[in-house]
């Protein structure tokens, strides 16, 4: 049942905030070996405890490439008030900018050891939202047309949004003494799926007589989302979308996750995986639906209401005459969708006294297009109860991501919490992408030489 209350949840941030909420781009975790969450990051990493466990829990992190809250909401001089800001705000975006959102919940995992054979079960919902928007698109809400006379200004967001239950299957092997191979498989089921398939709302302002026109070619795809038959510009006033409750039995995909980890000395360790290679099939409640067409303004004719012959003007026949070349398309589909392919890559140099400098890259592809951060971490063990870390790190030319997580491992219990910019939870109004994951994991029965490092 929870299943369908995060789906809710997902569409419920994707509609009241106008689809402006998803690249992960996880890092810290990743340089948590204790942490069971790091096997996510790559199967090849091998757990420093025989059995774990890892107990429902969540995880969200949040971007926004466009600009701070401080570009936008400035306090007036002089006062305790505050003012919107907009055209600074404007200035500092770029052409095209990422407002995304991505969270896990976590239902349980556990992963054990055989001789050297490492072995993991565990079960995952995931859900993905991110919206690519135009800057062009808020100047037109904000400036009117009057500065891009003669120009054609492009006013089609992208998005892409989906959750789906995730169930894996791995396991990782020693091939050499320095060299470790991770597999694992996952089975897919698709909970909701909407993105745009074709994205082109261009529109421009003549220089001559100031006509108007937006040339449209914009379509999106749903899967297990019923938004109805939708065939006509006043049908989309009515939408009421609802989830498909087969979904979650007939929407199936598979994956699988490549992990390798090379141990050159004890001191060096060096990681590398691909993940979230794999793809969903949607066949319950999926539909395409395509705008195409111009919509031409060239003005209003006075002698259209204003003659002595006429009686009244309407208009809405006025309205119904610019959308004649406006056709919309309702056609139902069987389609796949890719996941979002992602890769780590790191060293870690571990020092004597149980501290450990790392430089890793982590990369994600969103809305087509990769995206990656790079980080240096620090860690330290304070014997075998606490672990503390820090992490700075660079990202979709975000410079001001200073991370901490920490551990603390009391018997059997793994208790952590792992923030990639703390800054956000301090500093909010100058943060652009704030992440945060804590959980409770068991870890039983210390490993041997095999995971000295």
Not at 340 to 351: E, G, H, W
Request: hydrophobic residues 40%.
């Amino acid at each position: 049942m929870y299943r369908q209350y995060i789906t809710y949840i997902f569409l419920g941030l994707w509609m009241s905030l106008g689809g402006q909420l998803l690249a992960q781009q996880e890092m810290g975790i990743h340089l948590m070996p204790r942490a069971f969450q790091a096997l996510w990051t790559n199967p090849a990493h091998y757990m420093p405890y025989r059995v774990n466990v890892a107990f429902p829990q969540p995880y969200v992190h949040a971007v926004h490439s466009g600009f701070k809250y401080r570009d936008l909401v400035q306090p007036v001089p002089g006062t305790d008030s505050v003012r919107l800001n907009v055209d600074n705000a404007l200035q500092v975006m770029n052409d095209r900018n990422l407002i995304s959102l991505n969270t896990t919940v976590e239902e349980l995992s556990f992963s054990f050891r055989i001789l050297k054979l490492q072995l993991m079960v565990g079960a995952r919902v995931r859900g993905r939202l991110s919206l690519g928007y135009p800057r062009d698109l808020l100047q037109l809400v904000w400036e009117g047309n009057g500065a891009s006379i003669g120009d054609t200004m492009d006013l089609a967001p992208t998005f892409e949004g989906q959750a789906f239950q995730e169930i894996a299957i791995g396991a990782a092997l020693p091939i050499t003494k320095k060299w470790r191979v991770g597999l694992r498989a996952k089975y897919l089921a698709g909970l909701v799926d909407i993105q745009t398939a074709q994205a082109q709302l261009d529109f421009s302002t003549s220089n001559q007589y100031y006509q108007l026109a937006l040339d449209a070619d914009y379509e999106v795809q749903v899967g297990a989302l019923d938004f109805g038959n939708i065939t006509t510009l006043d049908s989309l006033s009515g939408l009421n979308p609802s989830v498909d409750p087969d979904a979650f039995a007939r929407n199936n995909g598979l994956g699988i996750d490549l992990g390798v980890t090379y141990l050159p000395s004890e001191r060096w360790k060096i990681q590398a995986s691909l993940l979230d290679l794999g793809y969903i099939r949607w066949r319950v409640a999926a539909r395409s639906y395509r705008v195409r067409g111009t919509l031409n303004f060239d003005g209003i004719d006075p002698s259209a209401f204003l003659s002595p012959d006429t009686v009244g003007f309407d208009p809405a026949t006025y309205l119904d005459s610019l959308v004649q070349d406006v056709t919309i398309s309702d056609t139902v589909l069987d389609y796949r969708t890719s996941l979002s392919p992602q890769f780590y890559l790191s060293t870690t140099y571990r020092f004597p006294f149980k501290l450990r400098l790392s430089v890793m890259g982590h990369g994600e592809r969103v809305l087509d297009k990769w995206r990656t951060a790079w980080g240096v971490g620090v860690s330290k063990d304070l014997g075998g109860v606490l672990s503390v870390g820090g992490i700075y790190s660079i990202r979709n030319g975000i410079y001001n991501s200073l991370g901490a997580n920490i551990i603390l491992k009391l018997g059997p219990t793994v208790i952590y919490a792992a923030s990639d910019n703390v800054l956000s939870f301090l500093l909010p109004e100058s943060a652009q992408f704030s992440s945060l994951r804590v959980g409770v994991n068991l870890g039983i029965g210390r490993s041997k030489k095999i995971d000295k490092n």
